[in-house]
């Protein structure tokens, strides 16, 4: 009886986790999507998906209030035994109708943790992890005394936003408050951090009733601050198994998962190692899968899929039942993802044997390669960089930051 199907209640904004709804299907469960009516034309797993019902806007144009009503008016002819949100900006989503519709799960307070990049430094520092020295940006005095004691350069950060998108880098104390005023009444929304130049990671991982199943860590071979500031070259590779590196962030992510209290699902962290001092610092976290193809770039490297694993994880959670991960592999994988300025660009000059995915968006060009040798993926990547530079790639202004959850 506790295994056969129960009710999935997947919510997105974004086009993605295809292959989460096509496993939680697949295990015999009824599977709702709740989307932005903007994502009707994009090609979603209908066949895996029991209903879709699309909202007006997208994500902080939802009005919650209705959403609330809408899956209420669900619930009466359908038990709804969890809800899931596949992306960053869906988890205030999920951990609100959570919270009323008392469904188990990450409620609101463990939810910021995992969207609000101040209380992910106040917890951080709490429980003695290493993060780059910050302040919130509420008080006057307190960001004086903040700039006269440590050393700029600084970043500006949104509190809520994914990526790298509205970070604003200061040299001074000056500039700093000329951006704060600019800021106004949104500087609510923002904190300031010291910017440490070093090698950006992050960790991919699976993790269920608080034990880490699985763990991946790939360096960003361009970061994504580097890409929000100044357009190029995506570019990402996992590290060499069992290296220095990848035991330190291993480590700092397991202290992460436990002071944040993420108790199973999947998890996507990133770290850096500060050039000045060699130490790992905490960046930010997120409950789901990483983005810009990297859930493609860690089954290349390893044959797991993180979608497919995550929705069997969340599966096995509410029936009530053992969940095993699959064997791995221990490949090399990268990924070079560009903006295109052709809609659909002709990639098929790319022809070694190691490619092992191409990216299928509309105006991107991207590769993702696979090997035994880590120095064969990293030398791919930089020849396809070039290429890519030379013949497909363009840039375009990251889009201004108005509106704040």
Request: contains cysteine.
């Amino acid at each position: 009886m506790e295994n056969q199907g129960h009710t999935f209640l997947c919510i997105s904004n974004y086009f993605k986790g295809n292959a989460f709804l096509v496993s939680l299907k697949k295990q015999g469960n009824q599977v709702f999507l709740v989307t932005s009516e903007k994502l009707k034309d994009s090609p979603w797993a209908y066949e895996y998906i029991d209903e879709v019902f699309y909202m007006p806007g997208q994500d902080l144009d939802w009005d919650l209030d209705l959403l609330l009503k809408g899956v209420g008016g669900l619930m009466k002819d359908h038990k709804i035994d969890s809800i899931v949100a596949l992306d960053d900006y869906d988890v205030e989503k999920a951990t609100f109708l959570r919270e009323n519709l008392r469904i188990p799960g990450m409620g609101q307070t463990t939810g910021r943790y995992f969207r609000d990049k101040l209380a992910m430094r106040i917890k951080a520092q709490d429980a003695g992890i290493n993060v780059p020295p910050f302040s919130p940006l509420f008080n006057d005095e307190d960001i004086n005394q903040y700039a006269d004691h440590v050393k700029a350069p600084w970043v500006l950060k949104p509190r809520s936003e994914a990526s790298a998108h509205g970070i604003i880098k200061v040299h001074n104390k000056e500039d700093l408050w000329k951006h704060i005023h600019e800021l106004g009444d949104n500087r609510l929304h923002y904190l300031v951090e010291q910017f440490k130049p070093g090698d950006v990671y992050h960790a991919d991982g699976l993790i269920l009733e608080g034990k880490s199943l699985f763990l991946t860590v790939s360096k960003y071979l361009t970061t994504p601050m580097e890409i929000s500031q100044g357009g190029g070259i995506f570019r990402s590779a996992n590290l060499e198994y069992g290296s220095e590196d990848e035991q330190a962030i291993k480590k700092a992510n397991k202290a992460i998962m436990k002071a944040f209290g993420l108790k199973s699902g999947a998890s996507h962290t990133e770290f850096i190692k500060c050039h000045e001092d060699g130490k790992i610092y905490f960046l930010e976290t997120s409950s789901r899968v990483g983005g810009a193809h990297l859930a493609e770039m860690v089954e290349a490297a390893t044959q797991i899929n993180l979608w497919a694993e995550w929705a069997k994880i969340e599966d096995a959670l509410v029936k009530g039942k053992d969940y095993k991960l699959p064997k791995s592999s221990k490949h090399y994988a990268g990924i070079v993802l560009t903006l295109s300025k052709y809609q659909h660009p002709d990639l098929s000059s790319f022809d070694d044997p190691e490619i092992y995915f191409r990216v299928p968006l509309d105006y991107h060009a991207g590769l993702i390669v696979r090997s035994k040798s880590r120095d064969r993926v990293l030398e791919l990547l930089d020849n396809y960089a070039e290429r890519l530079t030379k013949d497909y790639s363009t840039t375009a202004a990251a889009p201004e930051v108005k509106k704040f959850h």
